[in-house]
Structure formats: structure tokens, C-alpha cells
């Protein structure tokens, strides 16, 4: 069965340092998406990518964060100076592009920041 | 604005005892659709069901059961004869038309007792 599949499991940076989190969507979705859940908390939305562009944003997904479709099937996620409290579990999901479809999520990366 | 409460923060329960998790939304749309997913201690994020605003038929797959009520805005997730292997965090979610983001509720952390 396809799967969502994210790169790497876990991370640890220095405060300061910059990290990207990869993430390969399921190969005939349309639209992806990053979702973050610091420890114990919920799932908030970050980020949604469609069509090569970023189609809505949160709050959250302030100016240190960025996203990329590089090459048609990897789909990153950039935190450019990283702070402690962006230490949580990073999720990435895809949807087919059907109107009301589940989203499919990764196993997700967890980023601690030291 | 579009909300889902899960009043229900942890649920401790003995085997084989029937649980049921609460959800309510908030939306002013007419169209839209609620999911469950659960979060094991693992911490992927499983699909276990999608309903949209129009199908208010109950659902049941196997111990699993789900009552959707727009009477009160309500989407709840029965187990019965519950198992251990159900202990997990459960959160409901809801999306519109168009794709938009899946907004989750807080999430129940369920415990299941042998």
C-alpha cells in the first residue's frame, strides 16, 4: 500500500542551526501538506502546497519556515534558525485531490532543538 | 470559525468495557467532513474513518462504531469490548470543501487496562 514516508526519523540541531525535513508524498497525490505537534499537544496545520505553491498558511508558519517541491516527488520543509520551542513532531501529509478525502500522513520527523 | 471540541482529555477504562469519545464541531459551512484518527504510542497518525455532512448514516467496522448527529454537532467514536491494544491518543478532525487543512481536535489520550 502507498505510503507518505518522512526523512529522518529524528533530529537533534543547536538552537541557531538551520534543519529540513524531507518528506516523499504518495506518488499520484495533489496536495501536501505539514502539520507540527509539540509533545502532548495537538496537531496544528502549518503549511499547505498545491500546484507548486504554497496555497495557505498558518500563523505558525512564520518567516524562518519554508517549504519546496525540489524535484516532482520530495517535499521539504526548512526551519531556518531553529528555537527551542520548534522542538515537536513535524508531520507531513498528502491527499489524492478529491474533494473530502482523508489525508495520509507520515510517520512523522521528531525535531529536538538544544 | 471551525473548531472541534474533545472535551474528554484522558479516558482510563478495564478490557473488554464498551468507551466512547466524544466530538463536537463548530462550522458555518454546509459542506464538510469529519474524520477520526488515532495516534499510538508509536506516534503515526491512523486513518480510521471519513464522513461528510450530507451521510449521517452510523458507521460500524468490526468493535468499532461512530455516531454522526448534526442535530448537535456531534461526531462520536464508540469501541466496544475494548482492548489494550486501543490504549492510544484519538483525535477527530474536520476539513471543508476545496482541500482546506484538516483541523484536529485536542485529542483523548484513551488507556486500556488489562
Known amino acids: 500500500e502507498p505510503e507518505v514516508t518522512q526523512t529522518p526519523s529524528h533530529q537533534v540541531t543547536q538552537m541557531g542551526q538551520e534543519v529540513i525535513l524531507r518528506c516523499v508524498p504518495i506518488?499520484?497525490?495533489?496536495?501536501f501538506y505539514w502539520y507540527r505537534q509539540i509533545l502532548g499537544q495537538k496537531v496544528e496545520f502549518l503549511v499547505s502546497f498545491y500546484n507548486n505553491e504554497i496555497s495557505e498558511k498558518s500563523e505558525i508558519f512564520d518567516d524562518q519556515f519554508s517549504v519546496e517541491r525540489p524535484d516532482g516527488s520530495n517535499f521539504t520543509l526548512k526551519i531556518r534558525s531553529t528555537k527551542l520551542e520548534d522542538s515537536a513532531m513535524y508531520f507531513c501529509?498528502?491527499?489524492?485531490?478529491?474533494?473530502?478525502?482523508?489525508?495520509?500522513f507520515g510517520q512523522g520527523t521528531r525535531l529536538t532543538v538544544v | 470559525a471551525q473548531k472541534v471540541t474533545q472535551a474528554q482529555t484522558e479516558i482510563s477504562v478495564v478490557e473488554k468495557e464498551d468507551v466512547t469519545l466524544d466530538c463536537v464541531y463548530e462550522?458555518?459551512?454546509?459542506?464538510?467532513?469529519l474524520f477520526w484518527y488515532k495516534q499510538p504510542p508509536s506516534g503515526e497518525l491512523v486513518f480510521l474513518i471519513r464522513?461528510?455532512?450530507?451521510?449521517?448514516q452510523n458507521e460500524i467496522s468490526g468493535r468499532y462504531s461512530w455516531n454522526f448527529q448534526k442535530s448537535t454537532s456531534s461526531f462520536n467514536f464508540t469501541i466496544t469490548a475494548s482492548q489494550v491494544v486501543d490504549s492510544a491518543v484519538y483525535f477527530c478532525?474536520?476539513?471543508?470543501?476545496?482541500?482546506?487543512?484538516?483541523?484536529f481536535g485536542k485529542g483523548t489520550r484513551l488507556s486500556v487496562i488489562a
Open positions: 478532525a474536520l476539513t471543508f470543501s476545496g482541500n482546506t487543512p484538516l483541523v
Open positions: 464522513r461528510n455532512s450530507f451521510d449521517e
Open positions: 462550522t458555518r459551512d454546509t459542506t464538510y467532513y
Open positions: 501529509a498528502s491527499r489524492p485531490g478529491r474533494e473530502g478525502t482523508e489525508a495520509f
Open positions: 506518488s499520484n497525490h495533489l496536495y
